[in-house]
């Protein structure tokens, strides 16, 4: 397991990924997910992620 993926594993929280479009954020997801992080949410873009924030 390489160091990155420990450290992130070591989170223990959801991660959220987010871009300027929302297209890298879906292929930063489908990666994540194939290296076993299931608590993956895909933020779409920075406002749609700020309006997450604000919602919880």
Do not use: H, Y
């Amino acid at each position: 397991m390489s160091k990155t993926k420990k450290k992130i594993a070591k989170l223990n929280q959801p991660i959220i990924v987010c871009c300027a479009s929302g297209m890298r954020s879906s292929m930063a997801m489908q990666e994540l997910n194939k290296m076993g992080f299931d608590q993956v949410i895909k933020g779409k873009t920075w406002n749609r992620v700020q309006q997450l924030q604000q919602s919880v």
